[in-house]
């Protein structure tokens, strides 16, 4: 998928959310530490959207 470029921030994002909705923080953070291995940049936005959603559970 890295290098047909699959993946885009919008796919991240989604994983991302599934995984703070599940409460799978380590899953999470794993995704988001991969993403600039696939071109995608980091998206410190995606974080602090994942503090509200998790301070919400």
Known sequence: MKRERLLSLGAFT???SSY???D???EAIL???VMEQYDIPLDLALLK???G???AI
Do not use: L, N, P
Request: aromatic share 22%; proline share 0%; hydrophobic share 45%.
């Open 14 to 16: 989604s994983i991302f």
């Open 24 to 26: 799978y923080v380590q």
């Open 49 to 51: 959207g994942w503090e």
């Open 53 to 55: 959603q998790h301070d």
């Open 20 to 22: 703070v909705i599940a």
């Open 31 to 33: 995704t988001f530490k």
